[in-house]
Nanobody, 127 residues
Framework: QVPLVESGGGLVQAGDSLRLSCTAP????????MAWFRQAPGKEREFVAG????????RFADSVQGRFSISRDGFTNTVHLQMGSLKPEDAAVYYC????????????????????WGQGTLVTVSS
């Protein structure tokens, strides 16, 4: 069973908004920082946004700062990535990851710091 499940991807036009969701069926990641990464064809997986296990701090890549937001809901065990003012360069497969270290006080930006992943959801942005 895949630890994390992403949803919400799709085809949108430049300037549109989209909300991605990440859930953990049958388990909880309430003690772990969560992050969204993305990977475009021929490129490395890159950090997009992350949120502390407590929800008290977030971190964003420069390329999405001011356009994206991230949140987590402890009751539904869900992490959301709200994406706005989408650009063609935002097109990629978006992955949700859970930090390998519980109760970390730093949102890591390197994908190897994350031990649990989903299968990804595809976001396509037309110009």
């Amino acid at each position: 069973q895949v630890p994390l499940v992403e949803s919400g991807g799709g085809l949108v036009q430049a300037g549109d908004s989209l909300r991605l969701s990440c859930t953990a069926p049958g388990r909880t990641f309430s003690t772990r920082n969560m992050a969204w990464f993305r990977q475009a064809p021929g490129k490395e997986r890159e950090f997009v946004a992350g949120i502390l296990w407590s929800g008290l701090s977030t971190r964003f890549a420069d390329s999405v700062q001011g356009r994206f937001s991230i949140s987590r809901d402890g009751f539904t065990n869900t992490v959301h990535l709200q994406m706005g003012s989408l650009k063609p360069e935002d097109a990629a497969v978006y992955y949700c990851g859970a930090d390998q270290t519980p109760y970390s006080n730093v949102v890591q930006t390197s994908f190897w710091e994350y031990a649990y992943w989903g299968q990804g959801t595809l976001v396509t942005v037309s110009s």
